[in-house]
């Protein structure tokens, strides 16, 4: 009689080398579908990156967005291109050194949108939760969420990096899905720009009966990026808000850029 093959045959050796077969392909696999976009990797001034990595670009695939808003194919040159910016006003520090080095604005770096100032063109359509609604609201218009803990900061004044009294806060807008306050918006002095600005929660200090936002000085608040509408705010506006704000905390003044030493 002779033996059974799998009685001269290790069970466990070949079911863990075919776990680790599966691991290696899984991690080839998200690897490769990580890089639909931002691919192939570029310099700063467009040219392509001498080191693209061991993993290959993925071939393209077309993703159906939902609510109706059409159809995206990444990766793709068309959307490279589309989400690249090509008039950044900025010069490398060090012309001679290789990448790394950082940029300087050749401009105002307030809204040249480099450094801590950045923003990347995203689509100019406000973001939807499940239902295909605006998720970022004015609580205002809506009798849905009220201030159910800490300071309501609406009717408080609001002060400027360099203590400059702008305006008062008029509205809050929050994320609906999520709960969350993500703007205050500001109700400017006519002599500060008038109108409305919008302003990210993370750059404000409520303490005291004010609103303190050190970002920016009193004379930026007029150059804060718009939004279109009153009651929508859209991927590209909120880009922009944040960014200036962002650039703000470096750029708003010579005293921030200069070394402390």
Not at 38 to 50: K, R, S, W
Not at 223 to 230: A, D, E, F, I, Y
Request: proline content about 7%; overall charge negative.
């Amino acid at each position: 009689m002779t033996n059974a093959f799998f009685g001269n045959f290790d069970l466990a050796s070949l079911s863990i080398w075919l776990f680790w077969i599966f691991f290696a392909l899984l991690i080839y696999y998200l690897q490769t579908e990580n890089m639909r976009e931002g691919y192939p990797l570029e310099n700063e001034d467009g040219t392509a990156a001498p080191n693209q990595g061991p993993f290959p670009v993925p071939n393209a695939k077309t993703f159906k967005l939902m609510h109706g808003r059409g159809e995206v194919t990444v990766p793709s040159p068309e959307n490279e291109e589309a989400h690249r910016r090509t008039d950044l006003a900025m010069e490398k520090v060090a012309f001679s050194a290789g990448n790394g080095y950082p940029y300087d604005p050749t401009g105002d770096g307030m809204v040249d949108g480099i450094g801590p100032g950045a923003w990347v063109p995203r689509r100019d359509v406000p973001e939807l939760d499940g239902h295909g609604h605006a998720k970022i609201v004015p609580m205002g218009q809506t009798e849905t969420f009220r201030v159910s803990a800490g300071r309501d900061p609406r009717g408080m004044p609001v002060h400027a990096g360099d203590g400059a009294v702008v305006g008062t806060i008029s509205d809050m807008w929050v994320d609906a899905p999520e709960q969350l306050v993500r703007y205050l918006e500001i109700e400017l002095d006519e002599d500060h720009g008038g109108g409305k600005r919008l302003v990210p929660i993370h750059f404000c200090r409520i303490w005291g009966g004010k609103v303190k936002i050190n970002a920016i000085y009193g004379k930026h608040f007029a150059n804060v990026p718009l939004t279109k509408s009153s009651t929508q705010i859209t991927l590209l506006e909120e880009e922009k808000i944040s960014a200036y704000y962002g650039g703000g905390i470096l750029y708003a003044s010579q005293d921030r850029i200069d070394p402390l030493l």
